[in-house]
């Protein structure tokens, strides 16, 4: 339990966030005092409104495509109906009790204080606590201080002063029912990932995104294909920006301006970025420096401008993933266990999936990426439709790109199709331990027909210089 100093409540360690923050205290931190601060639900963004809820929709949303399109291979199916409610409640009657269990379980714990409030920085690792229950503030003070704050929604002010309801990632997927007719502002992976569920589910769905492409951070091919799949599925609207405040009609409907005129919908969506929570913890104050975006400045160690804090995760990361998330609470785990023997962070090959239909994954140098720095590169497109487990999924649309050196050396991989998120795993192994392209295609056995047998032949395809 915290001891006092100065007449506050002084702690080994402070850590701000519940999400890759609370896994850092294990069994070797036994004899510390540790305390944990969240203002939010117990669990972080990943647990209780990211990563895992939106898995747990998009399964359902594939599951009621794979019916829709059951026809295609003599299979006659149809949807009776989708259940919402049931398929919210499957997902929260799960995540809701891994929450508030996490919680009892660090309430209960020896040697470890959680307090349910608000941290912001009042000076060297001192933090005031504004309790959630609206009680008086607390000053707690610390040894180290790990920020794992994450980040929130990011609203363009046009929408957020209009008073127009709209809704983020973060309150979507607790709707009482499917909207007939849902607006998504914004082009990135979370519009196009909510996109995906809501049309399977039975949402008419029209993303308007203020660029000339949807997923514009993949490579340019990827983001090019996957619009005009996009555009055949939904009502896609190109450099959209919102151009007017939103309207609300008295029957419900909302309205929302831009160049192609106003866009009607029954509800609005609103996924246009997420912004680092360091402005709400008065960073500055305990002498930790920013980025001009917002996120805390860290070392390799993952170390703060201030002595003895730390920050991880979405607050400081360019990387607003999960798994890169979890690596940074390693090193600061390893870290603060072993100051004299420091780990740096490791984000030079960093993946990512876009669970949207069809799914995307990529790793590495886009080809725009070389082009625009001068690397000499080659590349191969490959479809899945031309490798035999592609004919029995009748796939026209999947495909995997390979950029790479004209020596062989794998420079990118982006990958559009069914199950590319897995499919890429044996890419990723490869870039970020430097096998070359040659070795990796005809050095192992590839199992017939499955699979990742495309990624065998983008291998072989690709036209590498021959000595």
Same mark, same amino acid.
């Given at each position: 339990?915290?001891?006092?100093?100065?007449?506050?409540?002084?702690?080994?360690?402070?850590?701000?966030?519940?999400?890759?923050?609370?896994?850092?205290?294990?069994?070797?931190?036994?004899?510390?005092?540790?305390?944990?601060?969240?203002?939010?639900?117990?669990?972080?963004?990943?647990?209780?409104?990211?990563?895992?809820?939106?898995?747990?929709?998009?399964?359902?949303?594939?599951?009621?495509?794979?019916?829709?399109?059951?026809?295609?291979?003599?299979?006659?199916?149809?949807?009776?109906?989708?259940?919402?409610?049931?398929?919210?409640?499957?997902?929260?009657?799960?995540?809701?009790?891994?929450?508030?269990?996490?919680?009892?379980?660090?309430?209960?714990?020896?040697?470890?204080?959680?307090?349910?409030?608000?941290?912001?920085? !009042? $000076? &060297? /690792?001192?933090?005031?606590? #504004?309790?959630?229950?609206? +009680?008086? =503030?607390?000053?707690? !003070? $610390? &040894? /180290?201080?790990?920020?794992? #704050?994450?980040?929130?929604? +990011?609203? =363009?002010?046009?929408?957020?002063?209009?008073?127009?309801?709209?809704?983020?990632?973060?309150?979507?997927?607790?709707?009482?029912?499917?909207?007939?007719?849902?607006?998504?502002?914004?082009?990135?992976?979370?519009?196009?990932?909510?996109?995906?569920?809501?049309?399977?589910?039975?949402?008419?769905?029209?993303?308007?995104?203020?660029?000339?492409?949807?997923?514009?951070?993949?490579?340019?091919?990827?983001?090019?294909?996957?619009?005009?799949?996009?555009?055949?599925?939904?009502?896609?609207?190109?450099?959209?920006?919102?151009?007017?405040?939103?309207?609300?009609?008295?029957?419900?409907?909302?309205?929302?301006?831009?160049?192609?005129?106003?866009?009607?919908?029954?509800?609005?969506?609103?996924?246009?970025?997420?912004?680092?929570?360091?402005?709400?913890?008065?960073?500055a104050a305990g002498g930790l420096a920013l980025h001009p975006?917002?996120?805390?400045?860290?070392?390799?160690?993952?170390?703060?401008?201030?002595?003895?804090?730390?920050?991880?995760?979405?607050?400081?990361?360019?990387?607003?993933?999960?798994?890169?998330?979890?690596?940074?609470?390693?090193?600061?785990?390893?870290?603060?266990?072993?100051?004299?023997?420091?780990?740096?962070?490791?984000?030079?090959?960093?993946?990512?999936?876009?669970?949207?239909?069809?799914?995307?994954?990529?790793?590495?140098?886009?080809?725009?990426?070389?082009?625009?720095?001068?690397?000499?590169?080659?590349?191969?497109?490959?479809?899945?439709?031309?490798?035999?487990?592609?004919?029995?999924?009748?796939?026209?649309?999947?495909?995997?790109?390979?950029?790479?050196?004209?020596?062989?050396?794998?420079?990118?991989?982006?990958?559009?199709?069914?199950?590319?998120?897995?499919?890429?795993?044996?890419?990723?192994?490869?870039?970020?331990?430097?096998?070359?392209?040659?070795?990796?295609?005809?050095?192992?056995?590839?199992?017939?027909?499955?699979?990742?047998?495309?990624?065998?032949?983008?291998?072989?395809?690709?036209?590498?210089?021959?000595?």
């Amino acid at each position: 339990m915290a001891h006092y100093r100065g007449g506050v409540p002084h702690h080994d360690l402070v850590i701000i966030g519940t999400g890759s923050g609370n896994t850092i205290p294990d069994e070797r931190f036994a004899d510390m005092d540790v305390a944990i601060v969240e203002h939010g639900v117990y669990g972080g963004t990943c647990l209780n409104v990211g990563c895992i809820p939106t898995k747990m929709y998009v399964y359902a949303a594939d599951v009621a495509e794979t019916i829709r399109h059951a026809g295609t291979y003599g299979v006659d199916a149809s949807i009776d109906k989708i259940r919402w409610a049931d398929i919210r409640d499957r997902v929260f009657g799960r995540i809701d009790p891994i929450s508030a269990g996490g919680q009892r379980y660090r309430q209960g714990q020896t040697g470890t204080t959680v307090y349910l409030g608000h941290a912001r920085f !009042t $000076g &060297d /690792r001192t933090l005031d606590v #504004a309790p959630t229950d609206g +009680g008086p =503030p607390v000053t707690v !003070t $610390g &040894d /180290r201080v790990v920020v794992a #704050a994450g980040a929130r929604p +990011g609203i =363009p002010e046009i929408i957020a002063s209009s008073g127009v309801p709209f809704h983020t990632s973060d309150d979507v997927m607790r709707l009482d029912e499917v909207p007939r007719r849902l607006t998504i502002i914004g082009g990135g992976y979370i519009a196009a990932e909510f996109a995906h569920v809501f049309s399977a589910l039975g949402a008419e769905v029209t993303i308007a995104t203020r660029g000339p492409a949807l997923l514009r951070e993949q490579d340019e091919e990827i983001s090019g294909r996957f619009t005009e799949l996009a555009a055949r599925r939904w009502t896609v609207l190109l450099e959209a920006a919102p151009t007017a405040s939103p309207e609300q009609r008295p029957d419900g409907t909302i309205l929302v301006h831009c160049r192609h005129g106003a866009i009607e919908g029954d509800a609005l969506l609103v996924a246009t970025g997420r912004i680092p929570n360091s402005d709400h913890l008065d960073a500055a104050a305990g002498g930790l420096a920013l980025h001009p975006d917002g996120r805390i400045v860290v070392d390799e160690q993952q170390r703060t401008t201030a002595p003895g804090v730390w920050a991880l995760g979405d607050v400081s990361s360019e990387h607003q993933l999960k798994h890169v998330a979890n690596h940074e609470a390693a090193v600061v785990r390893h870290n603060l266990l072993h100051p004299d023997e420091p780990r740096r962070t490791n984000n030079a090959h960093v993946p990512s999936a876009v669970f949207t239909d069809p799914q995307i994954a990529s790793i590495g140098l886009r080809e725009q990426d070389c082009r625009d720095r001068g690397i000499p590169y080659v590349t191969k497109v490959q479809r899945y439709g031309d490798v035999a487990f592609g004919w029995a999924m009748e796939d026209t649309t999947g495909v995997v790109k390979l950029v790479a050196s004209p020596d062989g050396t794998l420079l990118g991989a982006h990958l559009m199709g069914p199950e590319a998120s897995s499919l890429i795993q044996p890419l990723i192994q490869a870039i970020t331990f430097g096998l070359d392209a040659r070795t990796m295609a005809e050095k192992q056995y590839w199992i017939h027909p499955a699979l990742p047998e495309v990624i065998e032949n983008a291998l072989l395809g690709l036209p590498l210089d021959r000595v």
